[in-house]
């Protein structure tokens, strides 16, 4: 399935445009737009601009998420995953990383840092009632299921 998404190119953005890694992706790849090299210390987060906006289609939202290559070789992730991009919104795409390994990580120029995915949004009706309908899990959460098989 396919979806036209507008993308707009900032005064900061160099490089490539986005693109699918592979055939059957769901996400496309971001690429950090800095400056200088960034230098994130165990337990730091920086805000990473990516130098591109878009106009998300109504019904949709863009889902930024980490990259599992970042996380395992370098401890890096986003603290807000997944991060929500609304259709309203047409300012920069940023993305909050994190460093929770226990050494210095080296974020390069045109490093890919995240990918982001377009999902269907459904909104609720909500609708206040007295009870609410019972189930055999009941108001059991945390753990309440079990933890062994």
Same mark, same amino acid.
């Given at each position: 399935?396919?979806? /036209?998404?507008?993308?707009?190119?900032?005064?900061?953005?160099?490089?490539?445009?986005?693109?699918?890694? /592979?055939?059957?992706?769901?996400?496309?790849?971001?690429?950090?737009?800095?400056?200088?090299?960034?230098?994130?210390?165990?337990? %730091?987060?920086?805000?990473?601009?990516?130098?591109?906006?878009?106009?998300?289609?109504?019904?949709?939202?863009?889902?930024?998420?980490?990259? /599992?290559?970042? @996380?395992?070789?370098?401890?890096? /992730?986003?603290?807000?995953?997944?991060?929500?991009?609304? @259709?309203?919104?047409?300012?920069?795409?940023?993305?909050?990383?994190?460093?929770?390994?226990?050494?210095?990580?080296?974020?390069?120029?045109?490093?890919?840092?995240?990918?982001?995915?377009?999902?269907? *949004? *459904?909104?609720?009706?909500?609708?206040?009632? %007295?009870?609410?309908?019972?189930? %055999?899990?009941?108001?059991?959460?945390?753990?309440?299921?079990?933890?062994?098989?």
């Amino acid at each position: 399935m396919k979806q /036209s998404l507008q993308i707009k190119k900032l005064a900061n953005f160099k490089g490539d445009l986005p693109r699918y890694e /592979s055939v059957l992706a769901s996400g496309f790849d971001v690429r950090a737009q800095l400056d200088n090299v960034l230098v994130l210390n165990p337990g %730091e987060r920086f805000l990473v601009p990516t130098g591109l906006a878009f106009a998300i289609p109504a019904g949709y939202e863009i889902q930024a998420r980490p990259r /599992s290559g970042l @996380a395992i070789k370098k401890g890096i /992730s986003l603290v807000n995953t997944p991060g929500t991009i609304d @259709a309203d919104y047409r300012g920069e795409v940023k993305l909050i990383l994190i460093n929770l390994g226990n050494e210095p990580v080296e974020i390069q120029d045109q490093e890919r840092i995240g990918q982001l995915v377009l999902c269907p *949004v *459904v909104q609720a009706e909500f609708i206040v009632v %007295e009870e609410l309908s019972s189930t %055999e899990r009941g108001d059991g959460g945390f753990g309440s299921t079990g933890v062994h098989p």
